[in-house]
């Protein structure tokens, strides 16, 4: 029980009748620091020397005490998983399960340790069926992992509640941590490790052994880029995996391998056989369903998924015309069919010390281990060699004084102490002859005695000379690793590399005109933003139909390819695709529900866009300034802001810039004529006065050549020009004079 006391700094805690005292902020640290590294040493973070945590460890050991080998009878999951939460892990038999389900998963793990009987999940992404449905054995994978293990080749320790003992750490014949990767995020740390092929790493350690100085370009040689267990062609530059080996951070491109079906009469499909690791296939198609039903990918008619046990995924292009190179690399930059797989090598070096790790580093922990694991199973066979000669030698004594050694056992009361006075022997040697069985009596018993006794002092001393040379330790280990590789390598089954090597094609990004079919259109915008493109230009002049209470606001001819411009009275310009619009048959779509254009912006302009064009912009406050067409273009649905506008202010003015002098209304009826040039060029912001009011604002602003005069249109539609305009020509931010007359009454050029 905890309690603050009046320093917010202190807190007390009270036991037996104890009161101790410590600040509030070392208590909470000590604690938090506890938590983190109970997270990172047993739950998130792998060890280097076996690539496992806690729970894989500690089911792979439930698996080899229940007797799981992989050439034995499976177990049900939940007997499994029952142990291993009893006996070793008291975290949840859910969280287990989940753990040795995606071992069991061979498009999740490279070199699955698991051998699962039923449904063990896919990788369209379903879950496994529950534990009580589904069996489970080890691999050949994970027998190699634990070989050793009951010749003190690793250490001991009790589990959670001192019944039993259980492994600190795996004796490991091969890389695990690189072969088949982790993931975790621990406290302040995570870790993410790609899966790469046994057979590489075991020639990458065997060079590691022949020059321990190598370098990381050398072992590159040997280890080129992980191996997917989902395949996939790997089109990150050498130069970047080598940084990212080389520090223990960076991150890999992947994508998904494809190739092109011929089909009758000209036509073709594109079929993706592999998709990249850790995709889920059934997300990966509604995406690209997402895509062709919004038509971002205009070229790009259909998606089907033909899978049965193999990945089989068909994109169809919309016309055959189209090239499949361009409409692959436009996939890629859209979908999950090309990933980042980020590398973060942050391990367990010795099981206690996290650290970010070359792969150079990985791969000396992980041989340093086995040199270890090594002289300890050496030091195990020579104790039980040593024991084993010693009742050898006690055989054949009693064998060579036969008749005496049976008379002693057959009179004597106590045998024992006579048989060590009369022949030298120990209590071992006298406690073995007197349980040996009368059928090892036989005459030829001897010879085999003699020849057991001769071969173990033969590998004696080879262990001898083994545990003496350093030299010959490490030769043991490189031999042991090339039987690893001839059992998993290349020529095994699943053992050739799957993720394929290749240059990403050097084709600039095509732009999404270029992939659309050119036609025109003519768009709609009703008063209450509800757009559409009707085929073909229509007479602009005829009437349309609207919801009721709505009436037509920007009606224009376009054509599929143009991007449309909206600014709204926010200051915000929004960006529309032609090709994107609904079509002409209803009343079309608010537009709001294409761009994030808020309930309460008004609708200041809808035009098509025209590069190289420049817009004078003003708001309602008679600020404004010219702007780059370009710039006002948005990426996204939020759309871009050009116009900086306060609150009770509104853009109020968008029109393109063609001429040399800028004619601005405001609303007192007042107008003033100033060269263009007096206006600054900015990409954003709220810009310069054009025109001062006492009271009011502005109304209109235009653009126009002086020597051809100033138009607008009269209330009946005429056009009017004045063409002698010193009364009205001023400084800019000067206040002007009245109209001329006939100027219309809304105060609008028109």
Not at 461 to 479: K, P, V
Not at 543 to 552: H, P, Q, S, T
Not at 664 to 682: A, H, I, S, T, Y
Not at 687 to 704: C, H, N
């Amino acid at each position: 029980m905890a309690d603050l006391t009046d320093d917010p700094d202190m807190s007390e805690e009270s036991s037996g009748g104890m009161t101790l005292s410590e600040p509030l902020r070392r208590a909470i640290g000590e604690r938090y620091l506890t938590y983190a590294l109970s997270t990172i040493m047993h739950r998130a973070l792998p060890d280097a020397r076996d690539g496992l945590k806690p729970v894989h460890r500690r089911i792979l050991y439930a698996m080899r005490e229940l007797k799981l080998d992989s050439a034995g009878r499976f177990r049900k999951s939940s007997k499994i998983s029952g142990d291993v939460m009893g006996n070793y892990h008291p975290h949840g038999d859910q969280a287990i399960y989940d753990a040795l389900a995606r071992l069991a998963q061979d498009f999740n793990v490279r070199y699955p340790l698991v051998d699962g009987q039923g449904n063990f999940g896919n990788i369209d992404g379903d879950n496994p069926a529950a534990a009580r449905y589904t069996e489970a054995r080890m691999t050949a994978a994970a027998e190699a992992l634990m070989e050793g293990l009951s010749e003190n080749a690793v250490d001991f320790r009790e589990n959670y509640d001192g019944s039993l003992t259980e492994p600190v750490v795996l004796p490991a014949t091969f890389p695990n941590l690189l072969a088949n990767g982790s993931s975790g995020i621990a406290v302040g740390m995570a870790t993410n490790i790609p899966p790469h092929n046994i057979g590489e790493l075991c020639n990458a350690a065997i060079h590691l052994i022949k020059s321990p100085n190598a370098r990381d370009e050398t072992l590159m040689d040997y280890v080129p880029g992980p191996d997917f267990p989902t395949g996939g062609i790997l089109v990150e530059p050498r130069e970047n995996m080598l940084e990212a080996y080389r520090t223990g951070r960076g991150s890999f491109r992947l994508r998904a391998r494809w190739e092109v079906e011929e089909l009758p009469r000209g036509q073709w499909q594109i079929v993706i056989t592999e998709i990249p690791y850790q995709v889920q296939k059934s997300k990966l198609i509604e995406k690209i369903a997402d895509l062709v039903q919004s038509k971002k990918i205009p070229i790009l008619a259909d998606v089907r998924d033909e899978s049965a046990e193999d990945v089989r995924l068909i994109l169809e292009p919309r016309a055959k015309t189209v090239d499949p190179q361009i409409l692959m690399e436009t996939m890629f930059r859209q979908s999950d069919l090309e990933i980042r797989f980020s590398l973060n090598m942050n391990v367990l070096i010795d099981g206690r010390t996290p650290k970010v790790c070359s792969m150079k580093e990985v791969l000396r922990a992980f041989l340093d281990h086995r040199r270890e694991v090594l002289l300890r199973r050496s030091k195990f066979r020579l104790d039980k060699i040593d024991r084993r000669l010693e009742i050898l030698e006690g055989y054949i004594v009693a064998f060579l004084n036969l008749d005496r050694v049976i008379a002693i056992i057959r009179y004597e009361d106590e045998p024992k102490p006579m048989l060590m006075e009369e022949f030298d022997l120990t209590d071992v040697q006298a406690e073995a002859i007197l349980n040996m069985r009368l059928r090892s009596l036989r005459k030829l018993e001897e010879m085999e005695l003699r020849k057991e006794r001769d071969e173990l002092y033969i590998e004696r001393a080879g262990l001898e000379d083994l545990l003496a040379d350093e030299g010959l330790q490490w030769q043991t280990i490189a031999d042991q690793l090339r039987e690893t590789r001839k059992k998993f390598g290349k020529d095994s089954e699943g053992g050739a590399r799957r993720t394929e090597l290749a240059d990403a094609p050097d084709i600039e990004e095509v732009p999404l005109e270029a992939m659309i079919e050119r036609e025109p259109i003519t768009v709609v915008c009703s008063a209450m933003g509800w757009i559409r493109a009707m085929k073909g230009h229509l007479d602009l002049s005829q009437e349309l139909k609207f919801k009721d209470g709505d009436e037509g606001r920007f009606i224009f001819h376009a054509e599929t390819t143009d991007k449309l411009l909206l600014l709204g009275s926010n200051g915000r310009f929004y960006t529309l695709a032609s090709s994107t619009l609904p079509g002409g048959r209803g009343m079309g779509e608010p537009v709001r529900l294409m761009v994030d254009l808020p309930n309460e912006t008004e609708m200041v302009d809808l035009f098509i866009h025209k590069p190289g064009r420049k817009l004078l912009l003003a708001s309602s406050a008679g600020d404004g300034f010219v702007v780059p067409e370009e710039e006002v273009l948005a990426q996204t649905r939020t759309g871009k802001q050009v116009l900086n506008v306060k609150p009770g202010v509104k853009a109020q003015v968008c029109r393109p810039v063609d001429g040399d002098h800028v004619a601005c209304v405001g609303e007192n009826r007042k107008v003033l004529v100033f060269p263009l040039d007096e206006l600054p060029e900015m990409t954003r912001g709220k810009g310069v006065r054009l025109q001062k009011y006492k009271d009011g604002g502005l109304s209109d602003a235009r653009t126009f050549t002086l020597a051809e005069g100033l138009s607008w249109l009269d209330p009946a539609g005429r056009t009017r020009t004045e063409a002698d305009l010193d009364e009205w020509i001023g400084k800019r931010a000067s206040a002007g004079r009245m109209a001329p007359r006939g100027f219309p009454r809304d105060n609008r050029f028109g």
